[in-house]
């Protein structure tokens, strides 16, 4: 009973810090009707979900021949019931800022939240 206490205490406090909110995008197959094809579409799995991002390390880009390579460790703070899938597209709207990110693995799920690294999904600078 105690721990449930803290649990939920703890909880309130990670979710006290979410600024932001995300739209969470993935596909699922579809058939299409004329030619009986297979194919995958977008489809929006979740919107307007308080979340936090966290940047654990901002580095400058690092030029290359054809463009300038960006490189951060991107981090998505969520609530653990959320379902994420790996490669998911995730909208962020956070600090007034909407970026879009695509998850690069599987989610970390603790009893308070889950952590999600990121990726952004436009790469070069």
Known sequence: MRMEI???LARKAIEDTY?????IRGYRESKEEKTRFTKEEEVTV???????????????AAQTET?????????LFLAPE????????????QNKRTTE????GEPAVYPTHQEIILELAKRWA
């Open 82 to 93: 959320i379902v994420v899938k790996s490669g998911s597209k995730i909208v962020v709207t």
């Open 6 to 8: 803290v649990e939920r």
């Open 46 to 60: 979740l919107e307007k979900q308080p979340c936090r991002v966290s940047f654990q390390k901002i580095a400058s």
């Open 67 to 75: 463009a300038a390579a960006v490189s951060q460790e991107i981090k």
């Open 19 to 23: 600024s932001g909110s995300c739209t």
């Open 101 to 104: 990110y695509v998850a690069s």
